[in-house]
Each structure stands twice: as C-alpha cells, then as structure tokens.
C-alpha cells in the first residue's frame, strides 16, 4: 500500500502520568496519530470505560496544567507524530478559549477535538469537527469546510465504547461524507478489533480507537504495542 493511501490509525489515551510511555508503545505498534483524553466531570460523549478512565485522572490531579504536561512530554518521546487532545468546550471555557489554544499549541498539539462544540461555534478555534448519522447534509457541508485536517465520523448516536458490531449507518454516513466534505474521513466509536478495524478501512480513510484501547493500556504499553500491531496489520 502506498504512503499515500494508507489507512490512518488514531489511537485514544486518557492523559495520565503514563501516558507519554504508553503513546511512544501505540507509535511503535503503528499509530499514526494519538488523541489524549483531558478528562473531564461530566463527558456526554464517553461511555463506561472512558468516563472510568476520566474519573481516575481527576482523582490522580489530572487538571488542564498537568494534561498539559503529559502532551508536551508526548510530545518529546514521539516527535513526529501528531498529537490531538480530546475534551469538551467547559474545560476550555474555565481555562479560557485563546489560552488553551495558545498553550496546546505550545505543548505539541497538532489540532485539537472538542466533543460538544457544534461546527460554526468558535470558527476562530482550529480543530477536528465531528460528525454523526444524525447530522444534516448542510451540517456535514459545513463541518467539511471548517475541520482541521481530517473528519471525524462518529458511527453511531451514543456515547463511546466498544461493541460487538459496527453500526449499519457507517455505508451511509460515509457516502454523505464523501458526497458533501472533500477532507479525510475518520471513523470512531465502537471499533475494537481486528475485524471491525479492516471492514470499516475498507470504507473510510481512517480509524480511530478509543475505549478498547484505554482498556488494553491498563496492561502496560507492550499490551498496547501488540493491540496496536493487530489493528495496523488488519488495516494494511
């Protein structure tokens, strides 16, 4: 498969005080991309497994200076890969918007998410839009025209987490996509395996990886090697 049209691996990792060691073992089992989760109190879109994770970086004093941290040490241990911290529009409302912006760009941040922050809020604020089967054709126009670098297709209407079939709306959500957005098209929520990562390869650009692997990161980082190797291998 050539550069060019290798299927993107983005893999999610809570910020924690691991998690530099953790992304430099994702880089090394294949990830193109790494997304830190700032955790947050109340995150709409996360299920059980991230919202556990978020709740035990809270308890350990994972506030935005120290996520902060863990992105710029990320940052020094994987220099040449981009790096996306995931959170939600609170957080950067206490720590302030331009602030925020200024000081992930400072850290290592290559773009950033913000799960709830609807495309057209905040046009100054570079960032990743996400998109879901629910979304309207002008929304998904829209989102195409402002997202930063790639989009995110979120595959089912729910929160995250690993399931044990893809979505049916996925065909469809990429067709509008395609149809309406000329960016990368990533899809997330509910990918886990192997076999979930090759089926939804075959129609979007890129995966990304989220619940399952805050769950095989518990393990340590060779876990999270070897989990990593298995979904680059099915997506070449």
Known sequence: ???????????????????????????????????????????????????????????????TRA???????THELVPGTPLVPMTYSSLLEAYGWERFADDVHTAGGASMIVAD????????????????????DDRIRLAGEQTDGWLYLVTVAGTTGARGELSPALPGLVERARRLADVPLYAGFGISTPTHARAVG??????????????????????????VASLRDALD
């Open 202 to 227: 075959e129609l979007a650009d890129g995966i990304v990886v989220g619940s399952r692997a805050v769950e095989i990161a518990e393990a340590g980082p060779e876990a999270l090697r070897g989990y």
């Open 67 to 73: 996520c902060l941290e863990v992105l710029a040490r």
């Open 117 to 136: 922050l609807p495309a057209g809020d905040r046009r100054e604020l570079r960032r990743v839009q996400l998109v879901a089967p629910t979304s309207t």
């Open 1 to 63: 498969m050539t550069a060019a049209a290798k299927k993107k691996l983005v893999i999610y990792l809570m910020a924690e005080p691991e998690t530099p060691e953790l992304a430099r073992a994702a880089v090394a089992g294949g990830a193109d991309i790494v997304e830190l989760g700032f955790p947050f109190s109340d995150p709409l879109a996360d299920g059980p497994v991230i919202r556990r994770a978020a709740e035990r970086a809270l308890a350990r004093g994972m506030r």
